[in-house]
């Protein structure tokens, strides 16, 4: 079992930057994929980014993929989502969640989440 707090989120320009955290506590960080989700108003919830257990691979959605960088240290239990060239599109509520085993964009198969972070971007 896991609980998750997010923290790093807020408003910026277009083409910013915006780093967010996850704090794990809970369980043993180190055996569990983490992903990064976020929800815009009247969509559904989408995977981000993804980082195995290890840390040693990672998944991007399309939308993302060259401008966010997912990471994580399993000496603090925090996972990292460093955004980049930040768009309007990608506004939305961020959460981080986790899961025993592979990796996974899908948020229906993560059991673990946290309570989010508000992400504007808006010129």
């Known amino acids: 079992q896991l609980q998750f707090v997010e923290s790093g989120g807020g408003s910026v320009r277009p083409g910013g930057s915006l780093r967010l955290s996850c704090a794990a506590s809970?369980?043993?960080?180190?055996?569990?994929?983490i992903g990064w989700f976020r929800q815009a108003p009247g969509k559904e919830r989408e995977g981000v980014s993804t980082i195995s257990s290890s840390g040693r691979s990672s998944t991007h959605t399309e939308s993302v993929r060259g401008r966010f960088t997912i990471s994580r240290d399993n000496d603090r239990n925090t996972v990292d989502l460093d955004m980049h060239s930040l768009k309007p599109e990608d506004t939305g509520v961020y959460y981080c969640?986790?899961?025993?085993?592979?990796?996974?964009?899908?948020?229906?198969?993560?059991?673990?989440w946290g309570q989010g972070t508000q992400v504007t971007v808006s010129s």
């Open positions: 969640a986790g899961k025993n085993g592979v990796r996974s964009l899908r948020p229906d198969v993560y059991d673990y």
């Open positions: 809970g369980s043993t960080f180190s055996d569990y994929a």
